[in-house]
């Protein structure tokens, strides 16, 4: 067939071209460039064709703009005096790895094919790993059309590496399906140890499949009875050849029309025996001795309570003489369709008594893909990396409610796509977790909060545009960078109204993914540090201003300098230019500082004040090691943090202190903090012994987020956290200390402290804008 000028892609991506609903309203025209994103720099290939859907992935170099930071030579000059800034600022080219997933119906695979070979340029590979049933019906039509060699790989095992990859990489990709929530997705917090668990594939049959490790697994058992079955006697029952239009059907009817249910054979008497009298004693049961017609639709439920309780009694079995809590439930009998989850749900809570738990993926169709993607990249060692989700280039869950409209209706011509970012360094969980399976970064969940949903979505629309003239601003010498801005601000946009009709279209959505979503956009457009200028100017400024503050703090007796270094602390993270009120305010004063910020805060006792049991613990032994996690630059990390890390140090504590390894608002960066602490050095011979004898460690969190997830951290960190033996976390800042990790719970002491800097926010919390949290934390004995 031939290749369209554009096609439809859904935006917030339903699970496969079945699913029902309004999606071609909702969808947005793309050019096949956007879709097959940056193959030009394709390096390899893996696909999976199945009855009616392919799904292609590679792997490409991305390259884009990075703004890097380096020390100018100050040797000889006064420092204090100096208003040179204190580093110049360079923008580089950085390349970096992409992993691209794309899903499209069969009938679009030539076309494909085509505008893939009019695109291949650097290719690095002569073969391609095909993975499902159409690996080998499309094998002479690749091979043809891409010039590479079709290597097919075993399904099973392609499903279990995918489930593996975004079980382990992608933090939101498990949910419970809940009939009467809303929504109804409930996203589960990933695991730090995903095995073992049960993955129950439906596909014509089902597959159960017990997973161990990342590479043992065994098939344990299956049946013939599956979708296939649904599918042919669905048919055969009501003369409906298409898969999807049989579960419209179904999610139309009343299976009690059609089956026997436990009132029907006991009367009454089915409450003596502890039964609900709604529960099916026999499908189709009914149709046996009632003289009438049965509907399509009553058929069609039927056919798919028996089905999906037979598959979900058989997968309580398994899981029960396996010893394993966690089901997985794949293939294309699921796909996203709420009728099907509802029903699997349902039957693994009744006959688990709910002691199983039926999970699906956020990615289900992709396992396949991704799976034979990683069998033929096994010599690049792909899982010793971590890897994130791109907002920015990635479809969403699409709820596929069956009531959103008629089958014929559904996705004919849309795209779903999922981009995966490789990251630097591997990510683990933080050491001083207490209960690394529990934890929850995120203090709201604004699934669930419809008002505080609906709050900070309209806060960051409004802040749109300030966002937009800031990063036209940062790049003055660019003569397209007005240009760019306005993509971003339509992208970041078209992702806020997604986000607004499906809320769980990324997993749970909360603060910390609204900013993250805003940083994945801004680089798609290069603008990698718009707040690169700000903050060398607000450096320079701060470390002029630090001798003086360390002389007057070193001038206070003990007890008020305890309480002035926490105010300075306190004052320090005022200077956010991610809140709106703050931004405001450096905008239309530039003569706000320091002391401004400490004539802001609120007056003790503040809105939580733990500030005398934390004197206390101070008249006590010092901790052997400080984890510090720091906020924004400039005020914030030279005269807030340092002259604190400074106390520590004096008083016999090692300090670790741990920077974002890449730019978000404001933010201190590591590659910053290392200019910043050597600039203090030259000044404070504190600082500088501690640096020389590494009693003073500074380190890089991996992560490039306004927000902190303690689950996700910088192996080198969590190695460094263990062998110093840290014994108290800071953990500082709106973002990484009430957006998030307000209620996380550590087996050491913890400080966590802000200023809430959103008026919105502190009235919720009980306070007025400029409100201080002061959270002294022990854990119990």
Known sequence: MSWPGTFKMAECGASGSGSSGDSLDKSITLPPDEIFRNLENAKRFAIDIGGSLTKLAYYSTVQHKVAKVRSFDHSGKDTECDHEPPYEISVQEEITARLHFIKFENTYIEACLDFIKDHLVNTETKVIQATGGGAYKFKDLIEEKLQLKVDKEDVMTCLIKGCNFVLKNIPHEAFVYQKDADPEFRFQTNHPHIFPYLLVNIGSGVSIVKVETEDRFEWVGGSSIGGGTFWGLGALLTKTKKFDELLQLASRGQ?????????????????????????????????????????????????????????????????????????????????????????????INFFSKGEVQALFLRHEGYLGAIGAFLKGAEQDNPNQYSWGENYAGSSGLMSTSPELGPAQRARSGTFDLLEMDRLERPLVNLPLLLDPPSYVPDTVDLTDDALARKYWLTCFEEALDGVVKRAVASQPDSADAAERAEKFRQKYWNKLQTLRQQPFAYGTLTVRSLLDTREHCLNEFNFPDPYSKVKQRENGVALRCFPRVVRSLDALGWEERQLALVKGLLAGNVFDWGAKAVSDVLESDPHF????????????????????????????????????????????????????????????????????????????????????????????????????????????????????????????????????GADLVVIEGMGRAVHTNYHAALRCESLKLAVVKNAWLAERLGGRLFSVIFKYEVPAE
């Not at 309580?316 to 009728?339: E, K, M, N, T, W």
């Open 593 to 724: 500082g320091f002391e401004e910020a400490k004539r802001k805060l609120q007056e003790r006792p503040w809105l939580v004040d733990s500030y005398s049991k934390w004197l206390q613990r101070l008249k006590g032994p010092p901790h052997k090691c400080a984890l510090i996690f720091a906020d924004n630059s400039g005020i914030d990390i030279i005269l807030g943090v340092f002259p604190f890390v400074r106390e520590l140090l004096l008083r016999g504590t090692e300090v670790i202190l741990a920077c974002n390894s890449g730019p978000a608002l404001n933010d201190v960066t590591h590659s910053e903090s290392l200019i910043v602490a050597e600039r203090i050095a030259g000044m404070d011979p504190v600082v500088h012994s501690a640096l020389q004898e590494e009693r003073l460690l500074l380190v890089q969190t991996g992560s490039s987020s306004p927000c902190l997830d303690l689950s996700r951290l910088d192996k080198g960190l969590a190695a460094l956290v263990r062998e110093r």
């Open 255 to 347: 299976h009690s029309n059609v089956d026997m249910l436990v009132r029907d054979v006991y009367g009454g008497a089915h409450q003596t025996l502890g039964l609900s009298g709604n529960l099916i004693a026999s499908s189709f049961g009914k149709s046996a001795t009632a003289d009438q017609e049965f509907s399509k639709e009553d058929m069609a439920k039927s056919l798919l309570h028996m089905i999906s309780n037979d598959i979900g009694q058989l997968a309580c079995l398994h899981a029960r003489l396996h010893s394993l809590d966690r089901v997985y439930f794949g293939g294309f009998f699921i796909r996203g369709h709420p009728v099907t989850m509802r029903t699997i749900t349902y039957s």
